[in-house]
């Protein structure tokens, strides 16, 4: 069964909605596991993962076991402060000899690599085991590696939160290269992540996906509740933006996560390919491209001219305020795009790839404008020389995003997964 979202309802404490347990009322305790703490708010992943946490610890007690490090006291507290507990499993500084022990034992037990790489295990089940033993009414699994932990899980109820299909991404990542060991590694990685994927379709009570795409690949594989709980984005922090602004310098922008391999190759096509054929039209148009982590390859883009990249920023905001066009022109990935969530919150025009705004519910030249790579400077082009379609494009984008995408709507349908997951588990349970 998929379960397709509700636009239509409330949103967190708004009349009519619970906003909580009345004051002395003892909270029912909801154990989350993740991989990293989701904080600060500087990805997808982490957005996603802060804001469904947040309304659900708006009802319940949430003990959020993750690991952490000496330095992130900062990001504990800011979680804390948003009625999020967190549950240290302490971590010492990653290393090339832990990733590569951990590629390893993946290797050697036939799981997917994303089962190790992202979880410091052992401290994980540590907590897991002592805080299972306290009680709590439901487990939140945050990502498919989450799942790996269900056998200390005691039978409890588990709700798992799937941002992407990795057995896709794999998939499609092996049929970009070219024939030789990293593609046979990824096609084998495809295998491993599909078997993984079905495991965690007939082995958790309610699964959450972003897309309807995603939800029909896992009820495929056997899910009985399949939930399609959108990305989204914090609209009101946008609402001082211009829409469809025309700034003085021709500006494109990309952001992502610049270790997110396809984050990479979509900033090397735009500064290669996109940027130049755009400068014949625009010769003072730049790129800009935001976001962390980015390599060595990525930061020399930046001696390109009209290339400039900024790596971590502290507010995406600005960049978001200061560009004529958000250029999306992915290939391969996962999930719903929330740098395009942003930009419609924020009234930027979008040019995407197909690919790049899957899972969202997009019409081409309604929302924004959806163009093949063999085509995208020239739709980059089209916008820059018609800011008034901009204006049009960002105006009905934006109203998508305020009535279907707002996290305050969106987290409501991860908070009621939660409570249908602990009500069939424990009919008689006080729930609010």
């Not at 967190?86 to 290797?107: D, I, K």
């Not at 990795?166 to 998939?171: D, V």
């Not at 990685?189 to 078997?195: K, T």
């Amino acid at each position: 069964m998929i379960v397709r979202p509700d636009y239509d309802r409330a949103p967190i404490g708004a009349p009519g909605r619970p906003a909580g347990p009345a004051g002395g009322e003892a909270m029912t305790t909801v154990l989350a596991v993740t991989s990293q703490l989701p904080w600060p708010l500087n990805t997808g992943g982490h957005l996603r993962t802060f804001h469904l946490l947040r309304a659900a610890a708006l009802h319940y007690r949430v003990r959020l076991v993750t690991a952490a490090g000496p330095d992130d006291a900062g990001a504990i507290a800011a979680l804390r402060d948003h009625g999020i507990e967190v549950e240290v499993a302490a971590v010492g500084p990653r290393s090339p000899w832990r990733e590569a022990a951990r590629a390893l034992a993946a290797a050697g037990r036939g799981q997917p690599y994303v089962f190790y790489r992202r979880h410091d295990r052992r401290a994980v089940r540590r907590q897991l085991r002592k805080l299972v033993a306290t009680g709590p009414a439901a487990v939140y699994l945050d990502h498919l590696d989450s799942f790996a932990f269900r056998r200390l899980l005691g039978g409890l109820p588990i709700v798992l939160d799937l941002h992407n299909v990795y057995s896709t991404i794999a998939r499609r990542a092996s049929a970009e290269r070219a024939p030789g060991p990293v593609s046979l590694y990824l096609r084998r990685e495809a295998a491993l992540l599909r078997r993984a994927e079905r495991s965690a379709a007939e082995g958790a009570d309610i699964l959450l996906t972003v897309s309807e795409d995603d939800a029909r690949h896992f009820a495929g594989l056997g899910a009985g509740d399949v939930r399609v709980v959108p990305n989204g984005v914090d609209a009101a922090s946008y609402a001082d933006l211009p829409e469809g602004r025309s700034t003085p310098i021709p500006t494109l922008l990309y952001i992502g996560a610049m270790s997110w391999e396809p984050n990479a190759r979509a900033a090397r096509f735009l500064a290669t390919e996109v940027l130049p054929a755009v400068r014949e039209r625009f010769p003072g148009a730049r790129l800009r491209v935001v976001g962390r982590d980015p390599s060595r390859e990525v930061r020399s883009l930046g001696g390109r001219p009209g290339v400039e990249v900024t790596g971590t920023v502290a507010d995406v905001r600005p960049y978001l305020a200061d560009a004529d066009v958000l250029a999306v022109p992915l290939e391969t990935g996962g999930g719903t795009r929330l740098k395009i969530l942003e930009a419609f919150a924020a009234g930027l025009p979008v040019v995407s790839t197909p690919v790049g705004c899957e899972g969202l519910r997009v019409r081409h030249d309604e929302h924004l404008v959806i163009a093949e790579r063999g085509r995208f400077s020239g739709a980059v082009e089209r916008l820059l020389d018609d800011p008034a379609t901009g204006r049009r494009l960002a105006g009905r984008a934006r109203a998508l995003a305020l009535e279907s995408y707002d996290w305050d709507v969106i987290g409501e349908a991860a908070r009621d997964a939660i409570t249908d997951a602990i009500r069939c588990a424990t009919p008689t349970t006080n729930l609010p």
